[in-house]
Each structure stands twice: as C-alpha cells, then as structure tokens.
C-alpha cells in the first residue's frame, strides 16, 4: 500500500500544477485580500473537481492589513548614505520616523537601556538567527521574540520606529516579513524588517561611528476586518465515520511572495494525499479531512474557526496532521503528545516508511493551525522536511513557485498519505 501510495505520488499527482495555479494565476492572498478569496474558490473547485465525498466553506471575519505601496529606509552617517533593503512587518502601523538609531541584541537589553537611551530614537533589533542549530527552526525560535514583541518593547521606551534583522540565516538583499503583536499599553510605531545583507552593514557602521541616522516610510494600514473561509474537502469513513483524521496547510500568505512554500506546498500536498488515498481505490476506516486554513499567518482565525465548529458538532478529531514547514525534502513527522506510548506508537511506523527516506519521529510541536484540537485529544502531526533552505525564502519575495522542486513536493505529499494510511488502520 505505501508503495502505490509513492509510485502515485511521483507519477500521477496534481499537486505541483495545483502549486503552480496558486503561486502564478491568483494574485498574493494574505488574509482579507482578493488573492485570498480567489484561493479559497480554487481549492474548493479542485475538491469538487476530484469528487469528495463532501466540499464545504467554514466563513469568519479576517484581519485585512494592506502593505501599502511605499516603504523606505535611508540611512544618513557622517561617510555614507544609503537606502535599505526594507519591508513592513505584518500588522505594522504606517508613518514617518526621523532620528538616531541604537543597535539592541535583545529585548533584555533594551530593558536594561531604558528610557534614557530609547526616547525618540529608531531602534535596531540586530541579534542573527544562530548558526549553530543543526533543526533552523530553533535559529528561528531563538529570534523571532525581536520581530513580534520588539516594537513595543520600544515604544515602551520612547523609541519613534523599530528596525529588525530579517530572520534569514543566509546574508542575502531579500527583506523578510512576518507577524509582530502591538501592546495597547504603548504607542504603535512603524516596524519594518531590513535584510540581512542590510542589518548586517548597518552594525558595522553603528560600531565604527557615532551620530547614524535613519529616516523611514511606510505607508501600511489596517483596514476593517473582513469575511474569509476555510476550505475542507472530506472523504466519508467506512467504519468510523464520525472519527476523523484530518491534514492541511494555510492558504493565505505573506503579501510580497507567492507563499510557495510558506504554504502553498502544504495545502496542495494536503489536498493531494486524500486525492492519491482516492484514486488508488483506498476506502478509509474514519473520516478524512483535507483543510485548507485562513489566516495562519496573522491571526490563526481559521485554525480556531475549524476547532469551534468541530467542537459544537462533537466532532472526535483522532489525528491532525499539518504541513507548514516547506515544500522540501520530507525526513519524517513531529508527534505532539504528552502520551509516551502514542508517540512510541507512530514512531514505530518508521520501519515501514525508512524505505521512502523518512526517518526522523521525534516528539515535536504539530503546528498552529492543528494546535487548537489538541484540547480535544486530538494527536497533533507535523510533516517535517529538510529545514536548511527553508529560511532562505520564509515571508520573503523569493518565496516563489521556482523554488519547489517537484519531487520534494510529490514525496512529502506521500509521506503524508502514507502516515495517514496507517494512522487509519488502527482503532
Ligand atoms: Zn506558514
């Protein structure tokens, strides 16, 4: 069965043409965008297309921040001037700053710098994703708290804007956004992300000299919030039906890329691994479940939409399985459980599916958009894949449809139909 399932992954899916559709014929579909709307009506007639049991939409109210056209950042020293590569981050307020920049490593230094250093300064978050971690994502975990809580950690202190390192362990000129989380106790101020290449100069400028300016723009604002939908395309269960074992991805995306891997790769391999479990005649025990989530990036309003609705239909959720991690080489799958024996119990699947180069099952964080079912009992998945290249491209404008490769892509859906498989045949 896990060989069918592989010899139709890598010779008859549609998941890398579905990637191709999402990435280059819908414009880009953060939350509340028409690129969003237009993402959820594919996804839905792609399902419909390939003959689920049942297509349906789960609507909510989204977050509709728009980036705006403008963004700048010049910087003035005594020898040099030059502009940034720059971008807003997610959620960021727009407006003009003007003033001497400090470089901070931490939020704990920026404490310890307090008022008298921050008032009306433009502060630059300048701590680098760690090189040393062998998983990047930990890098990413390791620095991410700069980018989210930075601005007001700041705007605690008087500071006028706040710059950070993009979160990219490559030196490249691609700034790289993402969310951040304002605090109604301080003033919103600009935040922007610069990119490595960037945050890199401007250290060394701010270590050599003293009295470096930074004037900055954005013009991004947030708007009301606006209607969206989850999409779910369901296999019906022959003996359970009223168990479920779902997988998906998040359909909105960062605005200045084509979400690519960030995660179009997830969704249309989530929707591929039901499609291939279909097509080779594979009836399931329990109900399957492909969910294509809104609002991943900057609120999770879809993951917490499909929790409540199970919740008020007493769905049983057994398995949530996510893939949000790029379109890469699959190694194996994260198991978020507090149950040392469900954990051993699927890890024990590794001898099965070694032979399709999956072998790391460790107990693992599942992912933000399954999180929510936890509480329910649900097991929580992630498909994890090679990590290494992930950061190059994550909320960047080179996260684009080039940067898949077919097979990576082919092999993760796979992966996940193949865990799904088994996962469906115990009780
Ligand atoms: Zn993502």
Request: charged fraction near 25%; charge should be neutral; proline fraction near 4%.
């Amino acid at each position: 069965m896990i060989r069918r399932i592989f010899d139709a992954a890598l010779t008859s899916s549609r998941c890398y043409s579905d990637l191709r559709h999402l990435c280059k014929n819908i414009p880009p579909r953060l939350s509340g965008s028409e690129g969003a709307a237009k993402a959820v009506a594919f996804t839905q007639s792609v399902f419909e297309t390939e003959n689920f049991d049942r297509v349906f939409l789960q609507e909510m109210l989204v977050p509709n921040w728009k980036r705006g056209n403008k963004c700048s950042v010049t910087i003035q020293s005594k020898t040099a001037k030059r502009e940034l590569k720059a971008c807003a981050l997610g959620g960021s307020v727009g407006g003009a700053a003007d003033g001497d920049i400090i470089a901070v490593r931490s939020l704990e230094q920026l404490d310890s710098l307090g008022k008298k250093y921050v008032e009306g300064k433009i502060v630059f978050f300048s701590r680098p994703m760690e090189p040393r971690h062998i998983h990047t994502f930990e890098a990413y975990g390791g620095c991410v708290d700069q980018r989210w809580a930075g601005p007001s950690k700041a705007a605690k202190y008087g500071a006028k804007a706040t710059l950070v390192r993009s979160m990219n362990l490559r030196e490249d000129e691609f700034p790289h956004t993402g969310s951040m989380s304002y605090d109604s106790a301080w003033p919103k101020i600009p935040a922007l992300a610069i990119s490595t290449e960037d945050a890199t100069w401007l250290l060394q400028q701010l270590q050599s000299q003293q009295g470096i300016r930074a004037s900055i723009y954005t013009n991004c604002e947030t708007r009301p919030d606006t209607l969206s939908h989850n999409v779910v395309g369901e296999l019906r269960g022959s003996l359970f039906p009223e168990q479920f074992i779902i997988c998906g991805g998040h359909l909105d995306a960062w605005d200045n890329g084509e979400g690519a891997h960030d995660d179009g790769a997830g969704c249309v391999q989530s929707m591929e691994a039901l499609r291939i479990l279909k097509n080779i005649g594979y009836k399931p025990r329990h109900t399957l479940r492909a969910v294509m989530f809104m609002n991943e990036e900057n609120g999770a309003r879809g993951a917490k939409r499909y929790a409540a609705w199970a919740d008020s239909l007493k769905e049983k959720h057994i398995y949530a399985m996510e893939s949000d991690r790029g379109g890469f080489s699959p190694r194996g799958f994260a198991i978020d459980s507090e149950d040392a024996a469900v954990v051993e119990k699927i890890a024990g699947f590794r001898k099965l599916l070694e032979p399709y180069g999956l072998h790391d099952f460790k107990k693992g964080g599942g992912g933000v958009d399954i999180g929510p079912l936890k509480k329910q009992g649900a097991v929580c998945i992630g498909l994890v894949p090679d990590s290494q290249r992930y950061f190059d491209h994550h909320h960047a404008a080179n996260d684009i449809f080039e940067h898949v490769n077919k097979r990576e892509l082919e092999l993760g859906a796979a992966a996940m139909a193949a865990l799904i498989y088994l996962l469906d045949q115990q009780n």
